[in-house]
Each structure stands twice: as structure tokens, then as C-alpha cells.
Nanobody, 118 residues
């Protein structure tokens, strides 16, 4: 199983970006898909989660600005980021808990850089 993230880049404060992350490989079921981020010198933090069949959750710092969504047919999770702030600058990682036929495991994407700067 692999997670492939895309969509990062440089954006001005107040701008928007949409991240995508597609899971591929031997996927029987997905329990949850999520986005984390890690800014320079800081620990990785949870940004948003999208459990299968349940409501999304968000970090307080992104509530009202970010929206997580999933396309279950494509095993893909998205993160729509609006009203971006310089403090949103980080490497964003997608994460998923997947059953690949024998056990549930946690997988990570490669990370995509988001830079918010004027």
C-alpha cells in the first residue's frame, strides 16, 4: 500500500490550496484518512481526520478554514485550505489506517510542502 500526496506550493496569505492524497495497492478497507503537518522545529501535529462513516474532526487552529473530504471510490482524501496564514506553513502528510488483507496498518504519504508567504 502506498499513499501519494500532491497539491502543495507557495501561496500568499489569505489564499487557498487543495491537497490530495491517493491510496493505492492491496486495500480491503480504510478505517480513517487524515492530514498531519510539521513545521520547522516543531512536532508533527494532527490537522484533520475523516473516519469512514463518521464526521470529520479538525484542529482548533484550522477550524472554519480547512475542509477534509474523501472520495471512497478513489481511496483519496482531500484537504481544502482557505484563508491561509503564514503559520500554516509546514510539510503536510497524509495518513491512513488500512486493512490490506491480513491486518490493519498505518501508512504515511511522502509529504508535500505548503508555504504561505507574501
Amino acid at each position: 500500500v502506498q499513499l501519494q500526496a500532491s497539491g502543495g506550493g507557495l501561496v500568499q496569505p489569505g489564499g487557498s490550496l487543495r491537497l490530495s492524497c491517493a491510496a493505492s495497492g492491496s486495500i480491503f478497507s480504510i478505517r480513517v484518512m487524515a492530514w498531519y503537518r510539521q513545521a520547522p522545529g516543531k512536532q508533527r501535529e494532527l490537522v484533520a481526520t475523516m473516519p469512514t462513516g463518521d464526521h470529520p474532526t479538525y484542529a482548533d487552529s484550522v477550524k472554519g478554514r480547512f475542509t477534509i473530504s474523501r472520495d471512497n471510490a478513489k481511496n483519496t482524501v482531500y484537504l481544502q485550505m482557505n484563508s491561509l496564514k503564514p503559520e500554516d506553513t509546514a510539510v503536510y502528510y497524509c495518513n491512513a489506517v488500512i486493512f490490506e488483507g491480513t491486518m490493519w496498518s498505518t501508512y504515511w504519504g511522502q509529504g508535500t510542502q505548503v508555504t504561505v508567504s507574501s
